[in-house]
Structures are given as C-alpha cells and as structure tokens.
T-cell receptor
Framework: AQSVTQPDIHITVSEGASLELRCNYS??????LFWYVQSPGQGLQLLLK??????LVQGIKGFEAEFKRSQSSFNLRKPSVHWSDAAEYFC?????????????FGTGTRLTIIP | DTGVSQNPRHKITKRGQNVTFRCDPI?????LYWYRQTLGQGPEFLTY????????KSRLLSDRFSAERPKGSFSTLEIQRTEQGDSAMYLC??????????????FGEGSWLTVV
C-alpha cells in the first residue's frame, strides 16, 4: 500500500524568504504525485502534479516540485514566499489507472509567514 | 462552471442521529470522490464513483456509511447512528477521465460534521 510522509508538521519562514517543504512517498510502481494547499476551513486546491516526464514540475502561484526517484521524494519549493502563502500543504500519492482514483495524503505541513 | 458544491457546509447533530451530505460535482465530470478529514490530519479516501457505479470503498466506510450517485450526477453520503468519532470534514471531489482531462481532481470546500 502507498504512503506519504511529511516530516515537518509546522514551518515558519519570513516573507520573501525561500521555502522547501519535504515529502517522501512509498509506492510499488511509478508514482503519481500531487501537492495541494488548504486554507483554514476550506477545501483543497491543486498546486501541481507529477505523472511522468520532466522531473521538475511547475505549478501555480510560483511553486515547483522535483521528483527524485532515488530518494522517493517530491519536495515543494518556492523561491520567495508571500504572506498569502500561509496555509496547510499536503503531499499525496495516487493509485489507479488514471493515477488519481485513490489519493493517499500525508499529514500536512502548516506554513506560517512572518513579516 | 461553479466548481464542486457541497451542502450543508456545517452540521451539528446529536449522537445517534442520521445525517446526509450532498455533493454536486463539476458539470460533466464522470468521477466523484468522497474523502474524510479529521483535525490535524490529511484527507482519507472513502469511496469513488464512475458515473453511477461505486467502484471502490475504503474499509473506513463502515456499514453505517452509505454513498450513492443515482443518476451519475450529484451524490449523497449518509451516516446512520452517528458517533462522536464521525466528527470530521467530509470532502467531495470530481474529475473527468476524457482526453485532455489532465487527471486533475477538483475538491469542494467540504462539509463539517460535529457530533455532540
């Protein structure tokens, strides 16, 4: 069965600083990987996804992620964070023919931005 | 396109009562998913439909839970004899499996359930 580990429960960064959120996955085949963002009390918004091809994936809001098969990782990065980036971030791995029939999420990383 | 719509957004119920949540997916999306999210955790898969067929159910979906999608459009999730452990946010999502779909799942804003 697939699993996702997000080792950092809470990260605090200064506005304008760079950001990296860690994600490690366990999956028997080629993984379908996703990053979602969730604002308090809201649903999930897809930031980016990896299915195949280029291992550096660009997403919305200036985010990118890099798939590293050797490390079973899919870390999320942003070169300069904005106060509006404060939210909960979830990494997920998908299973099924389309890679998204059943998503397994990590426990999330809460991002706090300080002025 | 108004996105995935869920109702009610908040529900407080007494233990032992039945509750039902409704999800309206994005128009023409043939797949619909239900997830459950408790505080401090990531969402957990419950079940999904392709059109009106329920294709997979998680073991989390006990016999007190039932989901339907009778006409392949909206879906309902019913919880019978609610327990305090059912308190969570129930998330609905939808996707389209046609060409150029991008395999993207779109989530609704969730329905919060509090069992007192």
């Amino acid at each position: 069965a697939q699993s996702v580990t997000q080792p950092d429960i809470h990260i605090t960064v200064s506005e304008g600083a760079s950001l990296e959120l860690r994600c490690n996955y366990s999956y028997g085949a080629t993984p379908y990987l996703f990053w979602y963002v969730q604002s308090p009390g809201q649903g999930l918004q897809l930031l980016l996804k990896y299915f195949s091809g280029d291992t550096l994936v660009q997403g919305i809001k200036g985010f990118e992620a890099e798939f590293k098969r050797s490390q079973s990782s899919f870390n999320l990065r942003k070169p300069s964070v904005h106060w509006s980036d404060a939210a909960e971030y979830f990494c997920a791995v998908g299973a099924g023919n389309f890679g998204n029939e059943k998503l397994t999420f990590g426990t999330g990383t809460r991002l706090t931005i300080i002025p | 396109d108004t996105g995935v719509s869920q109702n009610p957004r908040h529900k407080i119920t007494k233990r032992g009562q039945n509750v039902t949540f409704r999800c309206d997916p994005i128009s023409e999306h043939n797949r619909l998913y239900w997830y459950r999210q408790t505080l401090g955790q990531g969402p957990e898969f419950l079940t999904y439909f392709q059109n009106e067929a329920q294709l997979e159910k998680s073991r989390l979906l006990s016999d007190r839970f039932s989901a339907e999608r009778p006409k392949g459009s909206f879906s309902t999730l019913e919880i019978q004899r609610t327990e305090q452990g059912d308190s969570a946010m129930y998330l609905c999502a939808s996707s389209w499996t046609g060409t150029n779909s991008g395999n993207t799942i779109y989530f609704g804003e969730g329905s919060w359930l509090t069992v007192v």
